[in-house]
């Protein structure tokens, strides 16, 4: 009879066991699937992940506003020196007649490219911002003018008669200082393009305003006098490929306060995501606990 009631005794606690257990574990699943308010509601436990995120959300939203912004500074940089640049060497250039722009008379072509070379030699003089020859060491770059131009041939539409070797020549002049250029009128009818090139250095300083260190550009220029149709109109066109990259030398003064409160800032945000990253990863940590304790009261309700 003590037997007999130590085991349903026994049994008795055990099921009392397992389903006190089974209890606490819907509790605590219940608990977990619960939202923020659900929680504050059940226990009074304050929503400090949900507040963490907000403010997430607040800062990154900053930072990629800020960032934005940035960006927005060094496409209206380089589209603003792509106008100046067209300004600066394109004679009798006009905002917006880019499509339209071209050269119908000898005369023209060479007076154009004349006044490119000339431009280029007193840039010094010319220019309000902050442009520079490239340096190859201690001698500035060249300006490059090629001329590409069949090799050899005869045209006389009066009488609907040509002779043309359509092997393409090219030529090449490195201009350094102020220099004449002389072309053969009748070279005109050969030619298909010329096309002068150099490179021009600037540096972007709106950025410091801003709490960033200036970026250095590296433009190349590239003209463009289209010959190929040969209709008795050169189109012209000025294109630049941009390079950015950091200054090899730089002293910024009077901005350490904006460059603290960044540093600052950027402290904050790595602090935000690393505390949220933890709780994130505490959460997934507790349903794989629960996970786990679900498991093992299957198998012991099972072997009961």
């Known amino acids: ?17 397992v389903q006190h257990t089974h209890q606490s574990l819907r ?17 009074g436990r304050k929503p400090w992940k949900l507040c963490l995120q907000l403010v997430k959300i607040v800062i990154i939203t900053i930072q990629l506003v800020s960032f934005g912004l940035s ?8 589209e603003e020196n792509l106008q100046s640049f067209k300004h600066l060497f394109l004679k009798d250039y006009a905002d917006g007649n880019m499509d339209t722009y071209a ?49 050899n041939g005869t045209i006389y539409p009066g009488n609907e008669t040509f002779e043309i070797d359509a092997e393409v020549e090219n030529g090449e002049h490195h201009i350094l200082a102020e220099i004449t250029v002389a072309f053969d009128f009748l070279f ?16 972007n300083l709106q950025t410091v305003g801003h709490r960033e260190l200036p970026d250095c550009y590296d433009f190349t220029v590239l003209i463009t006098f289209d010959n190929k149709a040969h209709s008795g109109q050169i189109k012209i066109d000025l294109d630049t490929d941009v390079e950015i990259k950091e200054c090899r030398d730089w ?8 460059m603290t409160l960044t540093v600052l800032f950027d402290c904050l945000i790595i602090i935000t995501c690393i505390t949220s990253f933890s709780l994130c990863l505490r959460s997934v940590l507790t349903g794989i606990r629960l996970q ?12 009961q």
């Not at 009879?1 to 066991?17: A, P, Q, T, V």
């Not at 005109?188 to 540096?203: D, E, N, P, Q, W």
């Open 71 to 78: 960006n927005q500074m060094v496409v209206t940089f380089k």
């Open 188 to 203: 005109c009818f050969r030619m298909l393009s010329v096309t002068i090139k150099f490179v021009l250095k600037a540096i």
């Open 292 to 303: 786990r304790v679900h498991f093992f009261l299957i198998v012991a309700t099972s072997y």
């Open 27 to 43: 509790r605590k699943i219940k608990y977990y699937f619960m939202n923020p308010c659900e929680k504050f509601y059940a226990r």
């Open 1 to 17: 009879i003590l037997l007999l009631s130590f085991i349903l005794f026994s049994c008795s606690s055990l099921c009392l066991w």
């Open 251 to 258: 002293k910024v003064t009077g901005a350490c306060k904006n």
């Open 103 to 151: 050269v119908y008379r000898q005369a023209d072509t060479y007076d154009h490219i004349d006044y490119i070379i000339e431009q280029y030699r007193l840039l010094h003089n010319t220019t309000v911002g902050n442009h520079e020859y490239e340096k190859n060491g201690t001698q500035y770059s060249s300006l490059e003018l090629c001329q590409a131009y069949y090799r």
